[in-house]
Every structure is written in C-alpha cells, then in structure tokens.
C-alpha cells in the first residue's frame, strides 16, 4: 500500500469527519421529533439501498466521566450491555444479530458513549428491538462480567505488543497525567480488578437515560412506522426523576515546557514518537484556518512532515499531523516512526519544520493547494448511511447545527495565507509540548539525551 | 498490504445473488481499445466525485526469489515520476486538483486508486495514462523508496508478532509457489533489489492489456471514453507475460511452527491448504468461514473466546487466489492460555464439521452476512469500483459475478460437510506458535 498514514489514527478520522464541509454537498437536513422521555430523535429517509443505520449518542457515558480507579468503566458498560437482558441471553442475542449479518455495538469517546447498529431494512424492526432491550433491560450478569474481566486485562498486553497503538495510549496518558481526558478506554490492569456489577449498575443508571440521549437513523424506511416502532421500543425508556448530571470537566491542563517520556520495548527495531500540545474546542472559529495549516504540515501525503520524513529521505512509511477537538479544548499533535538509530534525526527534522511554520510560515500555492484539497475531498465523507447518522448526533451534541459543515468549507475557501500562518503559529508548538517516544531504549538513550531529560518506563509495568 | 479482508471475499460472491434495482450488469458499460486496455464504466451522479481505478495484473504471486517484494515496489515507484512528471510532481499535482490517491498490492493484483472531483478528470486521466509505462525509476529516488518500503516491513511485519508468525506460517506451508512469501518480500531482497530487475519487471507487467480501468462517478460516459481513447490509445501492448506455472505438491504430513521472542502475549495460527477462488469447492468452504469464525455467534468463539476461555478473538478464513491457497484460523490466545488447548479445540470443532455437517440456518446465515456486506459496500462510488475491478481480475471476467449466484445458491449442508472432510485433513495443517520468552516480561 503506498500509504496508511491517514486511515491508521481514530483520533484523525474523527476530525476528518467533524470536520469537512462543502464540494457543493450538503448534509441533508433530518428530520426531528423529540419523544415524551426526552430523547431526541433525528431521521432520514434514504431509499436507495435496502439498508439503515443508526447511532444513539449518550452524554456523559464516555470515559471522562469515569472515576479514575475504575479506568475503562465506560467502554465496559457498552461491552456489558450486549450480554444479556431479561428476556434475551448473550448467545441468544449474538445469533440473532449475526444470522440477520447486522452489527450492533456500543464504543465510547472521552464525552459520551455511541450506540451503532447497522442492517438490511428487512432486520430494522428485530434490530431495533434487541437494540432497546439492550439499552433498556440489561441484566449484568455476574458470570458475563467475570468472564471478561480477564480478557480485557490481557487486551492491553497485546496492545503493548503493536507499539504504534501504544503510543497513543502512552501519549494520551503523558499529555492528561490525572486529568479525567486522560482515562483510557481500555482501562488498566489494577481498575478492572477493582470494579463490580454494583459498580456497572450505578455507572449505567447515572449516564444512560433518554431525556439527554440522541438519536439518528438514516436509510430505507418509512418514517410513520419507524417512528411507531421507536415510540414502542426506545420510546418506552423511562425518564430518571433524577436530573440528567451536569458533564463538566476542570480546563484542560496547561502545558508548561517541554515534558519528556519514553517507553522503552527492548525488542523493537523502530522508535515511535507522538508529540502533542494544546488545541482548540470543538466549533472554535479558527478550525477553518487551523484546518488548512494541519493539512499542509501533515494532514496529507504531499505535507511537509510526509515530503522531509518519508518522501526526500526514506526515514518512514508514515507520517501524520491531526488534531482532537472537545467542548472545552483540544489537542494538536504528530506522529511518526523509524528505525531506532534515526530516531534524532526524525525528531531534529520535525522540530526544523514546527520552526519553519513559525519562522516563514506557509506560501499562497500551498494554501490554494489544501483549500482544493480539503473541498475536493468532501463529498465522500458524506456518502454513507453511518457517516450521516454520526454526522447528525454528534453536531447536535455539540450544538454547532447540520449547516456547520457547510459553514466550514464556505470559510476554508476563504483562508488565507495570513490566516494559515496565523493558526499554525497559535498552535503548533515550539516550546510547550509533550512527547512520548516507544522504542529499545538501549539503543535509542545515547541518541535522544540532547533533546532533554526523559522520564523512562517499560512497555511490561502496568497501565500506560 | 496484506490479501483482502473476509469482506470484499464475501461481497464478490453476493453480487450476483442480491443486485435489484441498485446495481445491473446492464449498468456497466463495457470498452475495450486495440492495444488491449479494458474499460469498465459506470455512472453514478450521488455526488460530483469520480472514483477511478486502474489494476494491473501482477502481484507476488508473479515473482521470483532475489525479486520478491518488487510488485509492491514499483507500486510506490508508481508515484516517483515519469519522462514527463518529476518525482513527487503526481501527488502535488493531484492534491492541488482536490484529488486524492492511494494503491495496492495483493499476491494477484495492483491497482491505483484515485477520488477527484469531476471538474479534473481529464487531468487524472492524463497523469494516469502517463504512468502506464513512462516510470523512469530514478536511482537516487530509487534508494530512498527502498528505504520506505523497510520501514513499512519493518513496522508491518517485523515490529507485528501476527504478522510475523504469518509470514512464517505461510513459508513453512506453501514451499513451491510464489504464495511461499508475502506481498512485502523478504528483507534481504528489499535491500538488494537492482534496478534492471525492476525495470525488466515493470516493462514485463505494465501493459494496456495486462490492466483493466473502473471507473465510477460523475461522468457522462461518451465523454469518458474520448478522453480514454485520446490519452490511451497511443500506449503500445506489451508481451503476454508468462504464466506462473508453478503448482505446490502436496503436503504429506502436519507442519509446526514456533517463533520465541520477548512479546507480551502469545499469537496462534493455524492454516489448511484450500481451494482457489475458481474451484467450485471455493464455495462450499467460504460458508464454514462464517459458520467456523464469523461474530460471537460462531462455532469457534463460542468455544474458544466464552466457553474455554482460551482466546481474546477468533478470525481468519479464506482470500480470493488464483492458485490455491490456505484457510486461516487466526486466534488471539490469552496470556497465559494453553496454545496446544487452542489446537486441540478447533480440531474438535473440524471434526464435528466433517461428521455431523453444519444445519439450514447457519447456511442461511452465511447467505444473510453475505448480502448486508455487499450493500454496506454499495454506498460508496470507492466501493463499487473496487468491487467490479476485483471480481474482473479474480473471476476472470467481471459478468463472471452476475452468475456466481448459482454457484452459491447450490451450496449444500452436505456440500459443505464433503469439503470440510476434504480440506481440513491432519496431512494438510500447519500449526504455528508465538511463544513469549525473556525480556522485560
């Protein structure tokens, strides 16, 4: 493959697809009933295939809002809520859903958790069925949760076995340290020991509830009979009396110098790097700009890191510069890696070019060529059913409106070299970052010691 | 990049089952120029968007030890400039148009893939013309490619425990046939490549009529075609290439691989030899791929992930080949589980495959994923043309895939359980273990 640079990173892709807007292409407007609990509920009939997707966003139920001593909690929750009802087994549910070729499952992000199903119109009423059940009746059972416990402690060893993953996770850790956004979704080998059923059930009843819970469905259906099934199935979850918790997170750390880490794997023949500094919150007016800047220093195959690091001298096969953005900040950052002896070049290099956009900044071909580039590249972000639904909660979460898109590209064929300049000197770091190497660190210390002083740990000790 | 996912093999076969209204053959027109180059056609005015895709028969399966690797080195090299484009000029050039590119390589096929908007297309259609035999191969450009494709084995296979195991699953597996390395070649020959190899094996492979062009999108076809036939038709045809005559003999007796290295947990593979994509057996075996490894629901992840416990995740199956291939049964073990249990279980399981067969509703399932895949991939103008060029280059023809529906829907309960019986022999395995030694564990 000539490059998976783009399609490796979730963190890249999520901001991929809040983010792009225009080509002429719209994201249809749904349309939006709210029901008596509360939820609100957003549909789209598209009858050009025989399939439909959903997504059901819930606020809070992301990995955020868990209490750091049971670090994985949320993405549990999803993992739990698939293994049983009152009337329905775990086995009885994976039957039904894999004879029907549907997929049904819960994943979380830092602020909510998202609730995915897809199948054949045919499967839509069974599909919605299990999905309420599910979200509404989910029995936690005792042996279900003993059972995963130890697989979800072994995951995170072979995590550590695919060193580019890690890195993130690493990464995500350094950069958050105690900050709740530093939670991992999948937790670490101490947390799950400490967590119950009690606790999954408390967890469970505190963020999923319908009154804060959105949802969207796009595809081949009638809307009078899907709204008749909705309102019998997730129509009938009942509304707390409770008041919905307020999701509020302290600010975002401020990163103050430069902070160091490296894990070392002693059998890894390449070095991984992933450096990060702060961004900006989700719907903050500088994205069209920052955009721009982004897919000129490393959003694309022809950016700056991609043209010095692989493209001139052959020191990798990726390269990536992305960016996270939430309803309090965000996070920029850029990831690559080599072989354990160049890894000082590779960061020498990449130090170089975060000078550059400081120094020179950007020339106006360059601009012309990421605006094309970003408005060329549109369209297909749209074209499926599942990006459309995820498009529709996740907008509507952060209150920013189905013409935001549309807005942003309508700005970002306006950016200007001056403005390009402008956001990447805001953002991208030269003196206050946080980087996170992964690599054999007997061969990478005698290197990496002009750089600064790096706190060292082992791929092997727990957690990340 | 590694042999297709269990997706697109699924999906090739549904075409002709579950086409209505969305997709007819009809609907794809049907070119071919003097100098051999087919064309596949079909328009598609969703979005202002073009999906454009180039494939060329050639893949590891066409290479020879010194050589291996090399099918997916000119695939970067593709990129590095031709008489008329510099070296890196393509990518600058297609990105500034709004256009982006990526490409492939499998053990059978390469294909070039570009997404533009419609306004550029007789650009792309220009540079991609070009690159169909104007490579030039730049020596120093050369070098430094050679070090990316390193740094991609490096990071794909030798920093990946699976992946290695794989590599050395399928050496000790297949031993004649080129399918004996993988896509990435060894890395000695990565290193040692010289560059009238790679010419000789480009001029040999990049031909109009060793390729076959999809084009998918917004575009009026006529148009399309004048500009296919004005950019194309100069490019001379090449030599047939030769035929890959090599056939692997028999195995006569189980294989067992071990790799010991530090890692944090163990990786488990365990591969039969298995019929190629055109035998009719083909069929009866990619139901058990569903009935064996697909979702919770299936024999083996009942068993090994919740009912043993034993495993994190079962997977595998089989790839669309030209040549026979093999069945993989990929398990994530638990740290510290039992690998001979693991072996032991998915035995027990063929067995009661081969004696007991499987029941009407796991053939239904099968069926049913089988359909929901191939819709899913229908929605975008990327999947459909990626669709259409793999079924014209692994069928042979790309109307092969508006019959293989009878094929399919003759699969029987007792079809499946005679293949089970005829593949998954003990004489036909080979066993492979990732053992974690040393180190900081």
Not at chain 1, 129 to 153: C, H, T, V, W, Y
Not at chain 1, 383 to 388: D, F, G, I, T
Request: aromatic share 10%; net charge negative.
């Amino acid at each position: 493959m000539k490059n998976t640079g783009y399609i490796l990173s979730l963190m890249f892709l999520l901001a991929s697809l809040t983010l792009s807007a225009g080509g002429g292409i719209k994201l249809p407007e749904p349309d939006k009933i709210t029901f008596d609990n509360g939820m609100t509920v957003f549909l789209l009939e598209d009858h050009e295939l025989p399939i439909v997707n959903f997504n059901l966003l819930l606020p809070g139920a992301g990995t955020a809002f868990e209490d750091r001593q049971y670090e994985g909690l949320s993405d549990l929750i999803t993992y739990m809520l698939l293994k049983g009802t009152k009337t329905m087994s775990a086995d009885q549910i994976s039957e039904e859903l894999d004879f029907m070729g549907a997929t049904l499952d819960g994943n979380v992000t830092e602020e909510y958790a998202l609730f995915r199903g897809y199948c054949l119109s045919e499967h839509l009423d069974k599909l919605i069925g299990i999905a309420a059940d599910s979200l509404i009746n989910p029995a936690f059972k005792e042996d279900e949760f003993k059972q995963e416990i130890p697989r979800r402690i072994d995951r995170i060893a072979t995590i550590k076995d695919s060193p580019f993953q890690a890195a993130q996770l690493y990464f995500q850790k350094a950069y958050f340290g105690d900050h709740p956004m530093g939670n991992l979704a999948v937790g670490n080998e101490e947390s799950f020991k400490r967590m119950s059923i009690d606790i999954i059930k408390t967890h469970y009843k505190k963020y999923y509830r319908p009154d804060t819970s959105i949802l969207a469905i796009v595809g081949n259906f009638d809307s009078k009979k899907l709204i008749k099934l909705l309102k019998n199935t997730l129509g009938k979850w009942e509304k707390p009396a409770s008041p919905a918790p307020k999701l509020e997170l302290p600010p975002l750390p401020k990163i103050e110098g430069k902070k160091f880490v490296v894990i070392d794997k002693p059998d890894a023949t390449q070095t991984y790097f992933v450096m990060g500094a702060p961004g900006f919150r989700n719907g903050d007016p500088v994205l069209p700009s920052y955009r721009v800047a982004n897919t000129l220093f490393g959003g694309r195959f022809t950016s700056w890191m991609s043209t010095e690091l692989r493209i001139k001298r052959g020191l990798t096969y990726n390269t990536r510069s992305s960016y996270s953005m939430w309803k309090n900040g965000g996070v920029v950052s850029a990831a690559s890696y080599t072989q354990n002896k160049n890894i000082a070049l590779m960061l020498d290099i990449t130090f170089d070019l975060l000078k550059k956009a400081h120094n020179e900044g950007f020339v106006d071909t360059e601009v012309e060529s990421a605006r094309n580039y970003i408005m060329g590249q549109f369209p297909p972000t749209l074209e499926r059913a599942a990006s459309k639904t995820r498009a529709y909660v996740e907008l509507s979460f952060y209150n920013l409106g189905f013409d935001y898109y549309n807005k942003v590209l309508s700005a970002i064929e306006k950016v200007t070299k001056t403005q390009a300049d402008e956001a990447a000197k805001n953002f991208l770091p030269l003196d206050n970052y946080i980087l996170v190497l992964v690599g054999k660190l007997e061969q990478i210390k005698p290197l990496i010691g002009k750089f600064g002083t790096f706190i060292e740990r082992k791929i092997a000790d727990p957690g990340f | 990049m590694k042999g297709k996912s269990l997706l697109s093999v699924l999906l090739l076969f549904s075409i002709g089952f579950f086409l209505r209204a969305d997709l007819k053959k009809e609907d794809i027109k049907v070119f071919k120029l003097d100098n051999g180059l087919k064309i596949l056609l079909l328009e598609d005015h969703d979005i202002p968007n073009i999906a454009y895709y180039t494939f060329f028969r050639v893949g590891s399966r066409n290479e020879r030890n010194g050589i291996t690797g090399v099918s997916h080195f000119i695939e970067h090299m593709m990129f590095n400039g031709t008489e008329k484009v510099g070296p890196g000029e393509l990518d600058r050039k297609m990105e500034f148009l709004g256009g982006a590119n990526n490409a492939y390589t499998s053990k059978e096929m390469t294909a070039y893939t570009d997404w533009f908007p419609t306004p550029v297309l007789e650009e792309i259609v220009k540079i991609e013309a070009d690159r169909m035999q104007g490579a030039t191969f730049d020596p120093q450009v050369l070098e430094s490619e050679r070090n990316v494709i390193a740094e991609e084995r490096r990071v794909s296979t030798d920093n990946n425990n699976d992946s290695l195991l794989d590599e050395q699953v399928v050496a000790s597996a297949i031993t004649a046939h080129p399918y004996h390395w993988d896509v990435i070649g060894w890395m000695s020959d990565i290193l040692n490549w010289k560059r009238d190899d790679i010419m000789n094996y480009y001029n040999t492979y990049y031909a109009p009529n060793n390729a076959v062009l999809v084009v998918v999108g917004d575009f009026n076809t006529e148009e399309m075609m004048k500009l296919v036939r004005e950019y194309y038709s100069p490019i001379k045809p090449g030599t047939p290439p030769p035929p890959v005559t090599t056939t692997e003999p028999e195995q006569l007796g189980a294989k067992r691989v071990e790799i010991r290295k530090e890692a944090q947990a163990p990786s488990f593979l365990m591969v039969y030899h298995a019929p190629k994509f055109a035998d009719p057996d083909y069929f009866s075996m990619s139901i058990l791929e569903t009935v064996l490894l697909g979702g919770e629901s299936s024999r083996l992840y009942k068993r090994l992930v919740r009912g043993e416990q034993l495993a994190l995740e079962v997977g595998g199956g089989m790839d669309q080949n030209i040549d026979p291939y093999l069945f993989y049964f990929r398990i994530q073990p638990g740290v510290d589980s039992d690998l001979d249990k693991i072996e032991k279980v998915i035995t027990e399981e063929l067995e009661k495959v081969k004696k007991e067969g499987i029941t009407d509703k796991e053939l239904q399932k099968a069926v049913n994923n089988v359909k929901s895949n191939f819709y899913n991939t229908l929605q975008t103008i990327a999947g459909k043309a990626n669709l259409i060029g793999n079924a014209e280059l692994l069928a042979g023809d790309y109307s092969a895939m508006f019959t293989l529906v009878d094929s399919y829907q003759k699969v029987t309960a007792k079809m499946v359980q005679d293949a089970a019986n005829k593949y998954f022999t003990d004489k036909n395995k080979t066993v492979g273990k990732l053992i974690p030694e040393g180190g900081a564990k």
